[in-house]
């Protein structure tokens, strides 16, 4: 059974950058047709799909993130990471590592999720 897992810092000050790290166990991110996702929810609102990296590398984003966002990984730890620019108050969300067959996941109802971590932006 595959484990997600989000670690980085809960509190991040406006205009700097979060980075979020996506430890995987009992499965690797290099092998199957597998996407890897970051997704997120602010509070009161619903799933917003951030980006994705592919089993074989290609990242693709969500156009209202794209210009902020990057996703990476690295193969001999077998985690993905986020990295969030310019980060202001309306980033305050939690924010989900998530193993789908589908490039964009918008419901809970679908792929392996991580149990999720509190970011919240504020000076």
């Known amino acids: 059974q595959v484990q997600l897992q989000e670690s980085g810092p809960g509190l991040v000050k406006p205009s700097q950058t979060l980075s979020l790290t996506c430890t995987v166990s009992?499965?690797?991110?290099?092998?199957?047709?597998?996407?890897w996702s970051w997704i997120r929810q602010p509070p009161g609102k619903g799933v917003e799909w951030m980006g994705a990296?592919?089993?074989?590398?290609?990242?693709s984003y969500s156009p209202s993130l794209k210009s902020r966002t990057s996703i990476s990984r690295d193969m001999s730890k077998n985690q993905f990471t986020l990295h969030l620019s310019s980060v202001t108050p309306e980033d305050t969300a939690v924010y989900y590592c998530?193993?789908?067959?589908?490039?964009?996941?918008?419901?809970?109802?679908?792929?392996?999720w991580g149990q999720g971590i509190q970011v919240t932006v504020s000076s």
């Open positions: 998530v193993r789908g067959r589908t490039k964009v996941v918008a419901s809970k109802n679908f792929g392996s």
């Open positions: 990296i592919s089993y074989s590398g290609d990242t």
């Open positions: 009992g499965g690797s991110i290099t092998t199957g047709l597998y996407y």
